[in-house]
């Protein structure tokens, strides 16, 4: 059963650009949710979306965005990037929402922002 | 708002030693635990999830325990080997309607040959 893929694993983008990141689940996993790790803030929650809806979301400005399709698959989107935005950016998916379920994460998306 | 320790925040010990990783949270109203390894540049791989009502959870040399009423997890590593060496880190699951996921900045340990 192949992992939780995220694509690309690495990029750089200029300060003020947007930047799309994406996220396919384990299959059969239906909520997927994103989390920012720096190294002074640690992992910090992003969103989770489930069955397409956003149900829970984090302490983010409005520049982070994401959707959820109906294959699961998933997007985040940074507008307007900030040098504040480097960061391992990690999806991480679970067959339900709220469920007692193990989280399974995937490899990370790594963002440097010159 | 839940805050989640982890102590110590590097642990460096000999090959073959058991060691103690410490987790406390503020909140005890968690609907679960997770205990995650995290390799340099990797992603999150799942140890052990223990549920609320679970006291601890076993994983071949590794124990977790849980004491929700003192905010308290450890993670107990029998026979260290190099191999162990990652970053450990610990998330709660809070109750309610707000599932997400709560992680302390983990312990870094290095197990020496």
């Known amino acids: 059963k192949a992992g939780v893929t995220q694509t690309p694993r690495y990029l750089i983008k200029t300060r003020g650009q947007q930047v799309t990141l994406s996220c396919s689940p384990i299959?059969?996993?239906?909520?997927v949710s994103w989390y920012q790790q720096t190294p002074g803030q640690g992992l910090q929650f992003l969103f989770e979306?489930?069955?397409?809806?956003?149900?829970n979301k984090g302490n983010f400005p409005g520049r982070f965005s994401g959707r959820q399709f109906s294959n699961s698959r998933s997007e985040m989107n940074v507008s307007t990037l900030e040098l504040g935005d480097s960061a391992l950016y990690l999806c991480?998916?679970?067959?339900?929402?709220?469920?007692?379920?193990?989280?399974?994460f995937g490899e990370g998306s790594w963002l440097t922002v010159v | 708002k839940q805050e989640v320790t982890q102590i110590p925040a590097a642990l460096s010990v000999p090959e073959g030693e058991n060691l103690v990783l410490n987790c406390s949270f503020t909140?005890?109203?968690?609907?679960?635990l997770q205990w995650f390894r995290q390799d340099p540049g990797k992603g999150l791989t799942s140890l052990l999830l223990?549920?609320?009502?679970?006291r601890e959870q076993t994983s071949g040399r590794l124990n977790a325990s849980l004491d929700k009423s003192s905010g308290r997890s450890t993670l107990y590593i029998a026979a260290s080997q190099p191999g162990d060496s990652a970053t450990y880190l610990c998330?709660?699951?809070?109750?309610?309607?707000?599932?997400?996921?709560?992680f302390g900045k983990g312990t870094l340990l290095t197990v020496n040959p």
């Open positions: 991480a998916s679970s067959p339900g929402l709220g469920t007692g379920n193990t989280i399974y």
């Open positions: 299959s059969g996993h239906r909520s």
């Open positions: 223990i549920q609320s009502s679970q």
């Open positions: 909140d005890s109203a968690i609907y679960n």
């Open positions: 979306y489930f069955s397409e809806t956003q149900r």
């Open positions: 998330a709660v699951r809070r109750g309610g309607s707000n599932y997400k996921l709560t």
